[in-house]
């Protein structure tokens, strides 16, 4: 075993010194011909990406085309909507909502209610509304940091895949396990996002750097019991003259992450469309969405 665990770091250190020496390599040619400062710094940036978002062997295809066109649009269009909606309630149209939930921002169009559960826009729109400064600054930080990152490598369209299939599944499972709660935030996506980052350095660990691996898996393990911590007072701890808010977004776009996040963001330099992989984890998802509208339909106490 020890002889094995040798081979393992003597082959890690190997490649981490390949790497160092292609980087030098491909600055120097950069300077030869003139590149500029903008350019290899950009190529440096690219290259952090794909080591904290890429397992070993798709790195240098995604050097190869590595471009910001297009920009990070999806996260940072979503994060900017979702700070004006918290502006909007608490400057414009103040509910006293900056520590916790007040029961005035319970009449948004936005947030999704149990009552209105006919107006099938909220099982979306909640994520656009938040309980208080808490809340939004932990959601924005989380998707930003990550978020931004992922779409570089995976582009838009994939990243939005993954963001809004976790949180249609936070408000549909918030509707069958926690009926007659509230819900807001972008909890379901946010932490859809991190459920697919989380599995991928899981399976290629000793590809994305072992040690940073392990920081990386022990930060995302803390995020989720603080704001897990968060959510739980929201729902268990509110004051008697508030309104508990449901928690179980969190679960749901978790488990959307590991699956149909995990899928998309493990299929960088494939098709996704013909990976198996996807199909199965759309099936599954399409079939809990499908028993979730049913509950909602014939089954729900909320009606």
């Not at 890690?12 to 390599?25: I, S, T």
């Not at 910001?68 to 103040?94: H, Q």
Request: aromatic residues 12%; hydrophobic residues 50%.
């Amino acid at each position: 075993m020890a002889a094995v665990h040798d081979l393992e770091m003597e082959s890690m250190n190997l490649n981490m010194g390949r790497e160092m020496k292609e980087e030098l390599e491909e600055e120097e040619k950069m300077r030869e011909n003139g590149g500029g400062k903008d350019r290899a710094k950009s190529r440096k940036v690219h290259r952090i990406v794909s080591k904290w978002m890429l397992p070993e062997k798709a790195r240098g295809t995604y050097l190869e085309r590595a471009n910001c066109f297009p920009p990070p649009v999806f996260i940072i269009s979503i994060s900017l909507a979702e700070l004006a909606v918290f502006i909007y309630y608490a400057v414009w149209k103040p509910q006293k909502q900056w520590i916790t939930l007040d029961t005035g921002i319970l009449e948004s169009p936005f947030i999704y209610s149990p009552e209105k559960r006919e107006e099938a826009w909220r099982f979306i729109s909640y994520m656009l509304v938040h309980a208080g400064v808490q809340h939004i600054l932990g959601n924005l930080c989380m998707q930003l940091v990550l978020g931004i990152p992922l779409e570089m490598v995976h582009k838009g369209l994939r990243v939005g895949l993954v963001y809004l299939a976790g949180v249609i599944a936070g408000s549909l499972a918030s509707s069958i396990f926690d009926p007659l709660r509230y819900l807001v935030g972008a909890s379901g996506g946010v932490y859809a996002l991190m459920g697919g980052y989380f599995m991928n350095v899981l399976v290629n660990f000793q590809e994305m750097i072992p040690a940073f691996g392990i920081f990386r898996l022990l930060v995302i393990i803390l995020i989720i019991v603080l704001d897990m911590g968060f959510a739980l007072y929201r729902r268990f701890f509110v004051p008697e003259d508030g309104s508990p808010v449901s928690f179980a977004a969190h679960v749901a776009g978790g488990f959307a992450g590991m699956s149909i996040g995990y899928t998309v963001f493990s299929c960088f330099d494939k098709a996704l469309l013909k990976d198996p992989r996807f199909w199965i984890a759309i099936a599954a998802y399409l079939a809990c969405v499908l028993f979730a509208v049913f509950f909602n339909i014939f089954l729900s106490p909320a009606n």
